[in-house]
């Protein structure tokens, strides 16, 4: 028998949450307008819809179905032992219905969530059934960080889960939280809200942890009192000859970490060109996958493709990180698009995808190629660019550093669709689901 969830003191805020709309009706229909639900009081027939919507991205559609199961029997389930689907599955439609809405209407989808999550782990609680307490923290830490415009006070709270988690399991945190926890730390130290003898004491734990700590030794040299002092050092050995690796190392990490300070200490010094000469060099001794990654973007930059994308795929082979594959997989992917080899860049961005279905620069990198397919024509043809709007929004909405462009062609290509006037005769309505057509194949877009 299915264990009913406990009454709590939150049920008055989870009502809240799921009805948060009603309060703003017309803002809500320009969100969802035109969705059509059939809701009935059997809880296995709304579960089923609801997941079909969910597992076909229709998030309109599936949200009041998942809504309705998640207030009436949130530990329902076809099959298998009660867990936490309902509430995961209707905290990934609230966000991606946030991500077509604005303003006051997006920060309500996104609240839900919220209460939706906290929902979930007193209902879980009070019916004995375990769940991930690090993953969670380091999903609601991931959550603050990816809608940072909407959540900016939050920001500080994204360090303190990230670091909560890593503390429950130090040996298990992915090489991503980890390099996140040593940049905030360095930037908490440098604003001077941490003592940075407290902050290179984290780093060095954090490095002990890694699977590839050469990020995090690198910002261990920034807590020094005077860092330009120590690379005037080690540069002054350089140039005597010596070519330790203690040495080699200190001098590239000044060049990439306090460059406007040896700028003025040292106005004459071509920075870039002393990188290329100790890079080869560090990665004699030590042929980390950063460095060779470091290699390949100056050689791209210099107009040297094929150098660059070998020094990618060597540092590929070394990678065991599922973390630091996505990186790769993207940059390979993001210079080939830039060479116009739009096709082999598809199928990179795929790669990642394999990995992480919602890697946004991945997800950006295939709307893209997506995008230069389209073509004029048919209806059918035009409404790709809302296809295209649609893949777009979605690598926005899994955050990442294309979220910003992402999120600006977007709107663009939602602009660029069918006029009224154009789909009018064929008895389209706005929120109606059809049929576009890109140099890809067909779509299921949504008619704006």
């Excluded at 040299?221 to 140039?239: G, K, N």
């Excluded at 390949?296 to 990180?321: H, K, N, P, W, Y």
Aim: proline share 4%; hydrophobic share 40%.
């Amino acid at each position: 028998m299915l264990l009913k969830p406990a009454q709590t003191s939150l049920r008055p805020l989870l009502l809240a949450g799921v009805f948060l709309l009603a309060a703003a009706p017309a803002a809500g229909a320009q969100v969802c307008e035109g969705t059509q639900v059939y809701l009935t009081d059997n809880t296995r027939t709304n579960y089923s819809l609801g997941y079909e919507h969910y597992k076909n991205e229709a998030w309109c559609d599936a949200l009041p179905y998942l809504r309705w199961v998640v207030e009436t029997e949130p530990l329902f389930t076809s099959q298998g032992t009660p867990d936490d689907r309902n509430f995961r599955r209707l905290m990934d439609t609230y966000e991606a219905v946030a991500e077509m809405a604005q303003g006051d209407v997006r920060r309500a989808y996104l609240d839900s969530v919220l209460v939706v999550r906290e929902q979930m782990e007193q209902t879980l609680a009070a019916n004995g059934i375990a769940y991930d307490e690090r993953a969670a923290l380091l999903a609601e830490g991931l959550f603050y960080a990816q809608h940072y415009n909407e959540y900016p006070e939050q920001q500080d709270r994204v360090y303190d889960l990230y670091l909560e988690a890593f503390r429950m399991a130090p040996d298990s945190t992915d090489d991503y939280y980890l390099n996140e926890i040593g940049r905030m730390t360095s930037a908490r130290a440098a604003a001077e809200q941490m003592e940075p003898t407290e902050a290179r004491d984290l780093v060095q734990e954090l490095v002990a942890h890694a699977d590839d700590p050469s990020y995090l030794q690198g910002l261990e040299a920034t807590f020094v009192v005077d860092p330009i002092d120590q690379w005037d050092a080690a540069y002054e050995e350089y140039l005597a000859g010596d070519r330790s690796e203690e040495v080699v190392n200190t001098v590239f990490a000044g060049l990439t970490q306090i460059d406007s300070l040896i700028a003025e200490r040292h106005p004459a010094l071509n920075q870039q060109a002393l990188k290329q000469e100790v890079i080869p060099i560090l990665i004699e001794f030590n042929p980390t996958p950063d460095l060779l990654i470091y290699r390949g973007v100056l050689a791209i930059q210099a107009g040297r493709t094929e150098e660059g994308l070998a020094d990618f795929q060597r540092a590929l082979d070394m990678t065991e990180s599922n973390a630091d594959k996505l990186n790769i997989y993207y940059r390979i992917a993001n210079t080939l698009y830039s060479e116009g080899r739009r096709n082999e860049a598809y199928q990179w961005a795929g790669r990642a995808l394999d990995i992480n279905s919602n890697y946004g620069p991945a997800l950006y990198i295939r709307a893209l190629v997506v995008a230069g397919t389209l073509s004029g024509g048919s209806l059918e043809a035009a409404a790709g660019a809302w296809c295209v709007a649609d893949m777009f929004s979605r690598a926005a909405a899994a955050g990442g550093e294309t979220a910003g462009r992402a999120r600006q062609l977007a709107g663009r290509y939602a602009a660029s669709g069918p006029s009224r006037d154009q789909y009018f005769f064929q008895g389209w309505t706005p929120g109606m689901r059809v049929t576009g057509r890109t140099g890809y194949g067909s779509c299921t877009t949504t008619v704006r």
